[in-house]
């Protein structure tokens, strides 16, 4: 390969004419900073929104919390439902109600499908 004094020359000049095209650019775009674009943003090429010091606070202190009532130190509320009857599931006559609503479906899928 023949690099010659001019073309390093050259090749230095138009180093010199993107760096300040780029910088240019990121100026108008809000970058602000000196550096490409390519620099500043991160592998996936979005730019995280930065969090405020009050903000990191209140998640580590909710995340302490949390981790508090798992332990134990920190009674956790007693449920209510558990008190009281059990909610939620069918009774015997609800899943009967069901079933043969379903058998009637089926069955009148059966006979259309013969029709055919």
């Known amino acids: 390969?023949?690099?010659?004094l001019a073309k390093?020359?050259?090749a230095i000049s138009l180093r010199e004419q993107i760096h300040s095209l780029e910088t240019r650019l990121s100026s108008l775009f809000g970058g602000g900073g000196g550096g490409s674009a390519a620099k500043k943003s991160t592998s996936s090429g979005h730019r995280r929104r930065p969090m405020s010091?009050?903000?990191?606070a209140k998640l580590a202190a909710a995340a302490r919390a949390r981790w508090a009532k798992r332990k134990g130190s920190i009674p956790a509320a007693a449920p209510k439902a558990a008190a009281g009857k059990k909610r939620g599931g069918l009774t015997a006559a609800g899943r009967k109600k069901l079933s043969d609503a379903m058998k009637a479906r089926w069955a009148a899928r059966r006979a259309g499908s013969k029709k055919k």
């Open 1 to 4: 390969m023949d690099l010659s």
């Open 8 to 10: 390093l020359k050259e």
């Open 53 to 56: 010091s009050a903000t990191r």
